[in-house]
């Protein structure tokens, strides 16, 4: 199957585990990332390799025309050192996983890189791409505001 990644950055007003602990708790994305309206942690546990992970039901509601559908997925968010993975099952057989890298700045704060790469079937990769990188941006432009505000 096809697939295309994306790579954001931003510049933060927080340390990086404040970031980390952000991100890796999907109820604060609601509001914040312009599709999510709900996730619900449904399970927890260690990785082989002892890294942390919860499995989450999240619910999107997507733009079709004039319409907003709601579209509800399997995601799984694991825990490393300066580091997070996300991987998303979304509908019609489309995968994203999602890798943040948060690195602390001298002087304060950190930089946020995240790679999000968007598997699908041929006739809508273009579209999840789209959709996903529209919301990605509009939340990276957004966070350093949600963050400071804390």
């Known amino acids: 199957m096809p697939s295309h990644s994306f790579e954001l950055s931003v510049d933060l007003p927080v340390p990086g585990p404040e ?9 604060r994305h609601v509001g914040l990332h312009a599709l999510m309206v709900s996730a619900q942690s449904v399970g927890a546990g260690v990785d082989a390799r002892g890294r942390p ?3 989450w039901v999240v619910t999107d509601a997507l733009p079709l025309g004039p ?3 709601p579209l509800r997925y399997p995601a799984r968010l694991t825990e490393g050192d300066e580091e997070a993975w996300s991987e998303v099952r979304a509908a019609l057989g489309t995968r994203l996983t999602v890798h943040w890298r948060v690195v602390d700045r001298p002087g304060g704060g950190s930089r946020l ?3 999000t790469t968007v598997t699908a079937p041929r006739v809508t990769l273009g579209f999840a791409v789209g959709q996903a990188r529209a919301a990605h941006e509009a939340t990276f432009a957004r966070l350093p505001g949600v963050l400071a505000a804390q």
Do not use: H
């Open 19 to 27: 970031v980390l602990a952000f991100l890796l708790d999907l109820r």
């Open 53 to 55: 992970w919860t499995d």
């Open 67 to 69: 319409w907003r559908v």
């Open 113 to 115: 890189t995240e790679v």
